[in-house]
């Protein structure tokens, strides 16, 4: 017997009554023959790992933009979190751990460089286009732009996932909603640890009454809250927080935001990265020809000058979008001093 077949198999057997079994996914939008060692979602877990826009994250930025030192997160070290909060949760509950590991590693895709920052400002560049959003692009890069513009024939369920991460989704399967929980737990306590590394914030500076319920490590809050959602969430066809976590989550993310996401450091250094994605953005609108072989095929194939564009920019690294920057703004005798 293929083992595929004998790990569809024990799906059955073990995963709980409210889990996407493999055997049971709408499929791929073009079909194609089953692998014979592997389920459809962990061989989407592994297209999804072994490709292109998975190794640009490394060099992307999560909260502070190009910062100096090793330990701070990017968007790949954040992706690999989000994972594994996700993956312990779903084991706990009996639900599917491929299928939530690959819309995990996959949920931050087509992030931009110079993370929302960079977000905002091609949002704003293309509203008249209804903007851009991150999720929406992960799905782009997905289906559209890897593989030379084959795309990655995922599942449908790892798309759905990807695509509704977001706060204003709507996943469908309980580990898509695993994971849309599991980013929240994961950025908003690891920005914590890059805040005070960066000096930014204090542990003492954190709201006791928010510390008196979860702890002031990032490991206690992490721990907390995972095992809030597990309690919350077993035996039940929905993956929820107690009122009280909800509401200690909605505080803490509130504090970051006063603290440290608007704070005025961090809003200096977003104008440079509005600054650098807007002037990319206009001078690709404007030489297109410039662009990379692949995305002037897009243009070939018929679609949007300003849709290539913002795919453009969005594949770039933070270090290549100011390369990019220095190349075609900065004076070549000005780069030597």
């Not at 061989?43 to 909260?63: A, E, G, W």
């Not at 692009?137 to 084959?150: I, P, T």
């Not at 509704?164 to 709507?170: A, C, P």
Request: hydrophobic share 35%; glycine share 6%.
């Amino acid at each position: 017997m293929e083992l595929r077949l004998l790990q569809e198999e024990r799906e059955e057997r073990i995963l709980g009554e409210y889990a996407k079994k493999s055997i049971g996914t709408k499929g791929r939008e073009k079909p194609e023959e089953k692998c014979d060692i592997r389920t459809d979602f962990q061989r989407d877990r592994d297209r999804i790992i072994h490709c292109k826009s998975f190794r640009r994250m490394k060099h992307k930025t999560q909260v502070f933009i190009s910062p100096e030192g090793d330990h701070y997160r990017t968007r790949l070290t954040h992706t690999l979190e989000v994972a594994q909060i996700s993956r312990s949760i779903a084991r706990a509950l009996s639900l599917n751990e491929d299928l939530t590991e690959a819309i995990a590693l996959g949920h931050d895709l087509g992030h931009t460089p110079f993370g929302h920052a960079g977000e905002r400002e091609l949002s704003k560049l293309c509203e008249d286009h209804g903007g851009f959003s991150h999720n929406e692009q992960s799905l782009r890069v997905v289906d559209r732009l890897e593989k030379n513009g084959e795309g990655l024939n995922l599942t449908w369920e790892v798309r759905d996932g990807i695509l509704n991460h977001r706060t204003s989704g709507s996943p469908t399967t309980m580990e898509g909603q695993v994971v849309q929980l599991s980013d929240k737990i994961a950025y908003t306590n690891h920005d914590i640890d890059d805040a005070v590394r960066a000096g930014m914030l204090l542990p003492e500076d954190i709201p006791e009454g928010i510390v008196a319920l979860i702890g002031r490590t990032s490991s206690s809050r992490i721990n907390s809250m995972i095992r809030d959602t597990i309690t919350n969430s077993t035996g039940i066809h929905e993956i929820r927080m107690s009122q009280q976590m909800r509401e200690t989550l909605t505080n803490l993310r509130a504090f970051m935001f006063q603290k440290v996401y608007m704070s005025q450091v961090a809003i200096e250094e977003h104008e440079k990265a509005e600054k650098i994605i807007g002037d990319l953005y206009d001078y690709y609108m404007n030489h297109p020809d410039v662009m990379e072989g692949e995305f002037l095929q897009l243009l070939q194939e018929g679609e949007p000058l300003w849709k290539v564009v913002c795919d453009y920019i969005a594949c770039m690294t933070d270090r290549f979008a100011v390369a990019k920057y220095t190349e075609l703004f900065i004076p070549k005798e000005w780069n030597r001093l």
